[in-house]
């Protein structure tokens, strides 16, 4: 069961929906040769449940119907045709199915906002701890499969408390919304940007080397530089980043690797990138 939810995760929803309309009519020629008392219904409530959960109300409602239709036409097979058949059989199916699938709908939306509020930051709208550490999770995984680069990158805003201290903490909400908005307006739409607390960030760059990586953080502390100027917010940014050519341990050391050196920053000049690439021969 593991297995086929794994492979249906990685299917788009008419996939699902016909893999499901295939079963359905499985089960309808199962039903057709055994005429046994056991109640076969029940087992037409895995595809509705699949159906509901993978795609839309609508796709479950329209399985439903076809799954309930066919149940009617098996009852006309195996006994004579009769108008009660309707009402007494068919009607019942048809709702319970209905009942079901917007039920699975509906927790099915319930449950992906809750997932996403888990995983965002209330006040930026980024990945919190959380769903950035997924994410990072998820690349080292990728990474380690395809054999790819990845950078990462920890940045911490010089001066924040003096914006708290002297304009407030509304002002100082507004100037982390602005540096969270920036991260995400010029980083690539496959980057990952999150606020690990305070006013740290991170942002992870997939399939990212070295070069393009110097690229992307000299256009984002450009960027940052004329927004905070603009906003006359007189704070710097400490950033480290790192370009893994060989892939960490484990999730620890990659984080690990990228705050220390942004924090050798932060305790040194300040306001500035370094830039480190994790090779072969460094541990």
Request: charged share 25%; net charge neutral.
């Amino acid at each position: 069961m593991k297995t086929i939810l794994s492979v249906l995760d990685n299917r788009s929803a008419r996939h699902v929906w016909w893999f499901s309309f295939g079963f359905v009519l499985l089960l309808g020629v199962v039903s057709a040769l055994f005429n046994t008392r056991f109640l076969h219904e029940i087992f037409y409530v895995f595809p509705i449940i699949v159906t509901s959960w993978y795609g839309s109300k609508r796709s479950g409602i329209i399985l439903s119907t076809l799954a309930a239709s066919l149940l009617l036409l098996i009852k006309a097979y195996q006994q004579s045709f009769q108008l009660i058949l309707v009402y007494s059989y068919w009607l019942p199916c048809l709702l319970s199915f209905y009942a079901l699938a917007v039920l699975i709908t509906n927790f099915r939306n319930v449950h992906r906002v809750e997932s996403v509020a888990a995983d965002t930051d209330s006040l930026t709208g980024i990945n919190n701890p959380r769903g950035f550490y997924a994410e990072l999770a998820n690349e080292l995984l990728r990474s380690s499969r395809y054999d790819h680069r990845f950078s990462l990158a920890f940045l911490d805003i010089d001066d924040f408390k003096r914006v708290n201290d002297t304009l407030g903490h509304a002002e100082g909400d507004r100037l982390l919304k602005e540096v969270a908005a920036c991260l995400k307006d010029t980083l690539r739409a496959t980057d990952v940007v999150g606020r690990l607390g305070g006013d740290e960030f991170a942002c992870l760059l997939p399939e990212t080397g070295q070069n393009e990586a110097s690229e992307a953080f000299s256009k984002l502390t450009g960027e940052l530089k004329s927004r905070m100027e603009r906003s006359n917010w007189k704070v710097g940014f400490s950033v480290g980043l790192v370009t893994f050519e060989r892939l960490p341990e484990d999730v620890k050391e990659a984080l690990r690797a990228a705050d220390e050196l942004m924090y050798s920053v932060k305790n040194s000049d300040k306001n500035s990138v370094a830039h480190r690439v994790w090779r072969n021969d460094q541990t």
